[in-house]
């Protein structure tokens, strides 16, 4: 009967650990939540920076010569792909 309470204890104390770790975590997570609403990112890419790189892969692609590959070049030096899997417009 000893040994039982003895492990009971024990496991009260990997509770107690437990649940002090996942609200400290929580903590911490909030805070960095608050961070990102408060904290202004002014190199981040916009919309426009987007646009911009789709207009310059088009002009790129127009400018190839007949050799080709002009496009799939663009779309590798901007990180594009054709199935639009790189929409700037999707979240995470």
Known sequence: MADLEANFMHLQ???????????????????LNMNAFCVDFPEAPVAESFRSARREEESYGARASAGGGGRRGAQQRFGLEEDGSNDPDATF
């Open 13 to 31: 104390l990997l509770h107690e650990s437990l649940s002090r770790f996942s609200e400290n975590f929580a903590g911490f997570l909030y805070g």
